[in-house]
């Protein structure tokens, strides 16, 4: 059994009702519902947060160090193309994890489309909607096997 860390960026509490043109109907109650019973369905603990900010992620990330997560699924959102200070904190936290967009950000606006998460990350999902943490969570039991 692994402990699954998911990490919810900014205004991703607004799922569900805010742009479902660009984001989907799903709620983040939604998806961390499927989250915890695939993970269930698997043997493995699942957490999650959501948070509007930054210093929230930063102080989980250090706790992630010590309390056995194994795994993280994370959408930083606006977070995504502005924090070094994140980025530093999941880097220190020395656990892998997947980078998952709602979105396509390679057809948004252009400040979206760099990522300081992607090029540490084990892989990104991107533009898929909430199926995505579903993807990304199956490629994470793959690796915990």
Do not use: W
């Amino acid at each position: 059994m692994a402990k699954i860390l998911a990490l919810h960026g900014p205004n991703l509490n607004l799922l569900g009702v805010r742009e479902p043109h660009i984001y989907g109907t799903d709620s983040l109650e939604d998806i961390n519902k499927r989250c915890q019973n695939l993970c269930a369905e698997k043997d493995h603990e699942f957490d999650s947060l959501q948070s509007n900010t930054e210093g929230d992620f930063i102080g989980r990330l250090h706790e992630a160090r010590g309390d056995s997560t194994a795994f993280m699924i994370v959408n930083f959102g606006g977070f995504t193309h502005t924090s070094v200070a994140i980025r530093d904190a999941i880097i220190a936290s020395e656990i892998p994890f997947i980078e998952v967009h709602l979105s396509n950000l390679f057809s948004r606006e252009e400040y979206r489309q760099f990522s300081f998460f992607s090029d540490i990350a084990v892989g990104c999902i991107i533009g898929l909607g909430a199926q995505g943490y579903e993807l990304a969570l199956e490629a994470a039991f793959r690796r915990l096997k």
